[in-house]
């Protein structure tokens, strides 16, 4: 296994397949991409790491593929308390499937709905798929 990179903060800006966003966004219809970048936002209301989404309100139905540096978990616990502050909307994480750390066990499990996804995810890079993810990714909702 390649630890390096698996757990490293190096490779943080994972770019959401267009096909899987597509089918989300059909079912929960976003209002908001909360960690996008200029080049890679998926609707046109987003927030990148210059907004700093970590100190932003979040509105209506939010989509985060937040960055997978030593971070998430504090995207992870944003996407929460944004869930407690209006319960009424939905918020749907994609993020990496890992089940033992400290911001899944407090903010994940049994407070969401999570999705396994079989497989390995092969993310883009402007547009054009890499090579499938050196992790398992989930499916991480709030409001359901």
Same mark, same amino acid.
């Given at each position: 296994?390649?630890?390096?990179?698996?757990?490293?903060?190096?490779?943080?800006?994972?770019?959401?397949?267009?096909?899987?966003?597509?089918?989300?966004?059909?079912?929960?219809?976003?209002?908001?991409?909360?960690?996008?970048?200029?080049?890679?936002?998926?609707?046109?209301?987003?927030?990148?790491?210059?907004?700093?989404?970590?100190?932003?309100?979040?509105?209506?139905?939010?989509?985060?593929?937040?960055?997978?540096?030593?971070?998430?978990?504090?995207? +992870?616990? !944003?996407?929460?308390?944004?869930?407690? @502050?209006?319960?009424?909307? &939905?918020? %749907?994480?994609? #993020?990496?499937?890992?089940?033992?750390?400290?911001?899944?066990?407090?903010?994940? +499990?049994? !407070?969401?709905?999570?999705?396994?996804? @079989?497989?390995?995810?092969? &993310?883009? %890079?402007?547009? #054009?798929?890499?090579?499938?993810?050196?992790?398992?990714?989930?499916?991480?909702?709030?409001?359901?």
């Amino acid at each position: 296994m390649n630890k390096d990179l698996m757990f490293s903060s190096k490779k943080m800006d994972w770019e959401t397949p267009q096909v899987l966003f597509e089918q989300l966004n059909r079912k929960f219809k976003f209002d908001l991409d909360a960690c996008a970048s200029d080049e890679n936002h998926k609707i046109d209301n987003y927030f990148t790491e210059k907004d700093d989404a970590l100190v932003q309100k979040w509105g209506g139905n939010v989509f985060v593929n937040p960055p997978y540096g030593r971070s998430i978990g504090d995207f +992870i616990k !944003k996407a929460y308390e944004e869930h407690l @502050r209006d319960p009424n909307r &939905f918020i %749907v994480m994609l #993020v990496p499937s890992r089940t033992d750390t400290r911001y899944w066990q407090d903010y994940v +499990i049994d !407070k969401s709905t999570i999705k396994y996804i @079989r497989g390995r995810l092969k &993310f883009e %890079v402007d547009g #054009v798929a890499t090579d499938a993810a050196p992790f398992p990714s989930a499916l991480v909702v709030y409001g359901m």
